[in-house]
C-alpha cells in the first residue's frame, strides 16, 4: 500500500517536472520567436509608439527628439529584457533615466504611461501579425504578458525608487540646514527660522539659542519665522517654552514675521499674549530691541 | 547645608552652593525675609548657578521668596539658571511668573541698581 503511494508519488513529480520542463522550453522558444519580430520592427513599432506618446501628451516637459532617443533605448532595453528574462540592466536604465527626467519635472503617471503604451503597442502588432492562428497568438501572448507586465512593474518602480530618494536626500539637506544664532548688535541676537519645523529641528533651535544667550550674554533675542509657513500645536507649544526659557536666563524675546496661519495656530492654544512680545516684521523687531536695549538710531549724514 | 546671605550696600546676595533640600530651602526663605528689613535692603539676588536640577518645590519656594520680598519692600532677582534647567522648568510649568530673571549675578546687580535709579 505504501510503496504503491510512494510510486505513485515519483510518477506525478516526474510528471510535473516534465510538464515544467516543455513548458519552460516552449515559451522560451516563443519568446525566441517574439523577440526576433520586435527586432524586425524595431523602426516601424518604435515609431507608432512615439506616435502614441505625444499623442497622448505624455512627457509634455520633453522634446520630439528626446523622446525619440530616450524610446529607442527603452525600446532596445525592453526587447533585451523579454530576450535573457533578467531585468537588471532594465532596472538601471530605469534608475538612470529616472535620475535624468526627474529634475525636469516628469510625474509618475507619465513614466507608468509610456511603457504600458509600448506595451499596448507590441501587443497589438502581435495581435496583427498571428491574427490567423488563434492558438498561436494564446501561447504567445502567455509568454509575452507575465514578462512584459514585469518589465512595466520594474521600470515604474525603479522611477518611484528614484523619486523617494530625491526626497530623502532634499529633506536630510532641509534639516541640516544649521540655523544660525547671530549677534547684530552688543545684547542683541538674531535667530533667523526658514524651513518646516519639526519637533526635532524646534528641540535643537532651543538649544543653540539658549546656550547662545549664554555665551553671547544676549538681553533680547529676536526671532524670526517670516520663513515658516506654518507650524503644528507642539512647535507652537515649542516656541512659547522657548520664550519662557529665555526669559528665565534674563532675556526677552521678540518673535516677529509670524504669518495669519501661524498667529491662527497661536490664538487656538491660547497663548498668554502678556508674555509673547511680537512685532510684525523683522526690522520692526530689530527697532524694537534697540529701543529695549537703550540704543538710538541717528542718521549722521544723507546716504550718498 | 545652608546658603550664606552677604550683604553688599543696597542689596542682599544669597549664592546656593549645591542642590538644596526642602529644609534648606525653607531656611533661607525664613532668613532672606527677615533680614531684608534688618538690614533695611532694596534689592535681594538669589544665585542658583550651581543648581543643576530645579524641582517644583524649589521653583515654587522661589517664587515665594520674591513675592513675599516684595511684600517686605524690596526686589528679588534671580541670577544663573543654567540653560537646561531653564527648559527644563518650562516644560514642567514652573516659568516663574511675576519674578525677575537675570543671566548671571553681574546682570542681576545691574538690573536692581538700574531699578533703583529709576525710583530715586
Redesign the interface.
Known amino acids: 500500500m505504501a510503496k504503491r503511494e510512494s510510486s505513485a508519488k515519483d510518477l506525478g513529480t516526474g510528471n510535473n517536472q516534465a510538464v515544467a520542463l516543455t513548458r519552460s522550453e516552449d515559451q522560451s522558444e516563443l519568446l525566441r520567436e517574439l523577440v526576433a519580430h520586435l527586432r524586425q520592427n524595431r523602426n516601424q513599432l518604435r515609431e507608432e509608439w512615439v506616435g502614441r506618446i505625444s499623442e497622448t501628451r505624455l512627457l509634455t516637459a520633453m522634446t520630439k527628439e528626446e523622446i525619440f532617443a530616450e524610446a529607442t533605448s527603452v525600446y532596445d532595453s525592453y526587447v533585451e529584457a523579454l530576450e535573457t528574462e533578467t531585468f537588471e540592466a532594465l532596472q538601471a536604465y530605469a534608475r538612470n533615466l529616472s535620475e535624468r527626467i526627474i529634475p525636469r519635472g516628469v510625474e509618475t503617471h507619465e513614466v507608468v504611461g509610456i511603457v504600458l503604451l509600448l506595451r499596448d503597442v507590441l501587443a497589438r502588432s502581435l495581435f496583427a501579425k498571428y491574427q490567423t492562428d488563434f492558438k498561436k497568438l494564446n501561447r504567445i501572448l502567455d509568454a509575452y504578458e507575465p514578462a512584459a507586465n514585469r518589465i512595466a512593474n520594474t521600470v515604474a518602480v525603479g522611477f518611484v525608487q528614484e523619486r523617494e530618494r530625491v526626497i530623502r536626500q532634499q529633506q536630510e539637506a532641509i534639516r541640516e540646514l544649521s540655523t544660525p544664532v547671530l549677534q547684530v548688535r552688543e545684547r542683541l541676537l538674531i535667530l533667523p527660522i526658514i524651513g518646516v519645523i519639526d519637533p526635532q529641528r524646534a528641540r535643537q533651535l532651543t538649544e543653540q539659542l539658549l546656550r547662545g544667550i549664554r555665551t553671547n550674554r544676549a538681553k533680547v533675542v529676536v526671532i524670526d519665522i517670516t520663513g515658516v509657513a506654518a507650524m503644528d500645536v507642539t512647535v507652537a507649544n515649542h516656541l512659547v517654552q522657548t520664550v519662557e526659557a529665555s526669559r528665565l536666563l534674563g532675556a526677552t524675546v521678540i518673535v516677529t514675521g509670524l504669518s495669519p496661519e501661524i498667529a491662527q495656530t497661536l490664538v487656538t492654544i491660547g497663548v498668554d499674549l502678556g508674555k509673547m512680545n511680537t512685532v510684525g516684521d523683522l526690522q520692526g523687531g530689530i527697532e524694537q530691541a534697540e529701543r529695549l536695549l537703550g540704543y538710538k538710531v541717528v542718521t549722521l549724514a544723507e546716504p550718498r | 547645608m545652608e546658603v550664606p546671605i552677604l550683604k553688599q550696600g543696597d542689596v542682599l546676595i544669597a549664592t546656593f552652593q549645591a542642590a538644596l533640600s526642602d529644609a534648606d530651602l525653607n531656611h533661607l526663605r525664613r532668613g532672606l525675609v527677615q533680614e531684608v528689613v534688618k538690614y533695611r535692603s532694596r534689592g535681594v539676588i538669589v544665585d542658583v548657578t550651581a543648581m543643576d536640577v530645579m524641582d517644583s518645590f524649589a521653583s515654587r519656594t522661589l517664587r515665594e521668596i520674591a513675592h513675599m520680598i516684595r511684600l517686605r519692600g524690596a526686589d528679588t532677582v534671580?541670577?544663573g539658571?543654567q540653560?537646561?534647567v531653564?527648559?527644563a522648568?518650562?516644560?514642567l510649568g514652573l516659568?516663574?511668573e511675576g519674578v525677575s530673571?537675570?543671566?548671571d549675578l553681574e546682570?542681576?546687580l545691574a538690573?536692581l541698581i538700574q531699578k533703583f535709579k529709576s525710583v530715586d
Open positions: 534671580i541670577v539658571i540653560p537646561e531653564a527648559f522648568m518650562v516644560q516659568t516663574l530673571t537675570a543671566l546682570e542681576g538690573y
